[in-house]
DNA sequence: AAATTCTCCTGAAGGC
DNA sequence: TGCCTTCAGGAGAATT
């Protein structure tokens, strides 16, 4: 399941192939997303070029002549470039055909989307309340514990709240909360902000250590450049249950649920 | 407001 | 070519 490192490696990948190109052709073959692709889209941007891609959350934006395409990936999408000749294969939704390329787009769960719009991206709605990027200046120890203050939820909900800070996913919030030595299930109004300070510089290692080495992933994503963005980072707890922990303290890695997700942890270590 | 639960979907994994 | 059940997972929507 793509998380921010891996939306920015995707990113990385196919904006130097599509950039400054224009869309000769869209072939919606799918409409069938989270929310259903624009009827209209190949109307819509036809004929465009594609002069900037970049990334807000997990959304990647195609900034186009009148407008930005924002697409997201869900947990099992993938866009990959191909040949236009490229056979079609199953859960392929859309090709935005460029001259020598094939931008596609493939999702077996359907858990990504595709939107168009002629706002300013950071106007839409599905961008104009997120918090801040997790790499940018505005995600710091103060703002973690000032936006903790009267609240009571588990830390690893917190930092996965998309209002609070963008980007950090199930596996990378169980390794930063590691790396920070913070217990997962730990109330967020009992953190100080020195350990939130800590935090913020763990996820930003986390992620950019991620971002450095390609992207980490499970199963299912791939990269522009059509290979596996798959790649044996060095995940310290995810999926570890049972695994001694990396700390060498003598404890084993434990498993637990917190939120509905899965979460990874060292019972010793996070505190 | 904040916290919790629900929802979408397919394919992988596991039991038998 | 085995069939059936269970479950993960991003994140907005609905509910409490």
Redesign the pocket.
Known sequence: ????PE?DTVRRGIAPHITGKSIDRVIVRNR?L?WPVPARLARSITGQTVHAVTRR???LLLQLDTGTLIV?????GSLRLVNADTPVG??DHIDWVFAGTCLRYND????GSVHWTRQAPDQH???K??GPEPLGDDFTGAWLYQ??R?????VK??I????VV??????YASESLFMAGIHPNR???RISLPRYELLVECVREVLSDAIAAGGTT???FVGGDGKPGYFSISLNV??REGEPCPGYCGASIRQR?I????SFFCPKCQR
Do not use: C, T
């Open positions: 399941m793509p998380e921010l939306v069938h989270r959350a997990k959304y997201h990936l869900g947990m099992s199953k859960h077996p769960r359907r858990f709605w599905l961008i309340d997120l936006r903790s009267g609240r009571r939820g588990a909900n917190f996965m709240n998309s209002h963008v980007g950090i996913g199930n596996i109330a967020v109004g499970l199963r299912d995810y999926g649920v939120g509905q997700r899965a």
